[in-house]
């Protein structure tokens, strides 16, 4: 159940290394924790036939364990991104022990034959993270993650061919708060894309996001959130846009999608949860999270417009949403430390960017 006698902890130092690393140990305690728990698992797989029951090691040998295959994606993410904090000995090698034994050529075939054979399977969600794996490994400066890449790079031709398809077909957006949200996925799309190179699939996502969200206005925020939401799907939209306007057009943008917003506004007031064993509720763990990183893009993003007060508001709104999200990352409660980590390190990254572009007097 909620812890009701503890208040949230601070979250850490956020000058732009030394907070992360202040984390990293114990967040790559989360991803080998998860990287060994075969079951529970949910499978999200749909069988054809009573002789259909095959195991989840067995549809997916590489992304098997940490409840499901997007979380177990995204941990895999985590994991990568943590090489670089300075772990220490142990942990280091456990971590790359771990991720090695996954990302090999022959699993990472058979994930890339599903992907193929299920074409509307985890879309855009698991895409997103899976696309971002890649992109974290191609970038490492680790020779040992940049292998990963390399065998990624299949799958990846999947994921960006069914991108392509899925986005020629599609009409209209989807803009609820959990993972089929169109917003989010279209972000770490275009994200990961870029960083891969990959201009066709970017340009895709990039023509998406200015059809689907371009004439945003008057979002109704008081409306959010429902009960289930681990995304804003205001500032999804919001983050997704700062990434394909100018600078100024996307300021102008904003103002008009959130008019009249302030520090008393819902969408950026923290939330609490009251059942932290229900895997839906403790979804509201992760939306203070993902708004903290939003809002701290958002309010860089601003910023480098000159439009000082909305991004002021962004900017005040980020520790406390932080601070709320931040208290169930390292649980014993696994439907929160399954997935929670890897919005927990994008909030801290992105917060402790914002600190660092702190021109204020």
Known sequence: MTRTDQAPPEPPPLDAAAGRASVAPGYADVVLDNLSRRFPYAAHHATSSPADQRLPRALHPAFHTAYDWHSCVHMHALGVSLLEFGLDRGRDAALRRA???????????????????????????????????????????????????????????????????????ARWPVRHG????????????????????????????????????????????????????????????????RRVLAPTEFADWFSALLPGLS???????????????????????????????????????????????????LR??????????????????????????TFAWDAICSAAMLEATDTRT
């Not at 970017?202 to 959130?225: I, K, M, N, S, V």
């Not at 923290?270 to 763990?285: I, Q």
């Open 99 to 169: 991720l090695a034994r996954n990302l090999t050529a022959g699993k990472l075939l058979v994930e890339a034959r599903y992907l193929r054979d299920n074409p509307g399977w985890e879309r855009p969600y698991g895409w997103a993270w899976l696309a971002g794996l890649a992109a974290a490994c191609a970038s490492s400066p680790d020779d040992e993650a940049r292998q990963w890449g390399l065998v990624l790079e299949p799958v990846v031709d999947v994921v960006g061919g069914l991108v392509l398809d899925w986005l020629a077909r």
């Open 178 to 241: 959990v993972h089929t949200n169109s917003a989010f996925g279209l972000g770490l799309l275009l994200d990961a894309f870029v960083s891969l190179g990959l201009s066709e699939e970017a340009d895709a996502c990039a023509a998406a996001a200015h059809a689907w969200f371009g004439t945003d206005r008057d979002w109704p925020q008081r409306w959010e959130l429902s009960g289930q939401d681990f995304l804003s799907a205001g500032l999804s939209s919001a983050d997704l846009m």
């Open 263 to 313: 520090g008393e506004s819902r969408i950026l007031l923290p939330v609490g949860v009251s059942d932290e064993t229900d895997g839906s509720m403790v979804h509201l763990h992760g939306l203070n999270l993902s708004r903290a990183g939003q809002a701290a893009r958002i309010a860089a993003a601003l910023e480098g417009a000159g439009a000082g007060a909305a991004a002021s508001t």
């Open 316 to 341: 005040e709104a980020v520790r406390p949403l932080l601070a709320a999200g931040l208290s169930a990352v390292v649980s014993n409660e696994f439907m929160s430390s399954h997935w929670l980590a």
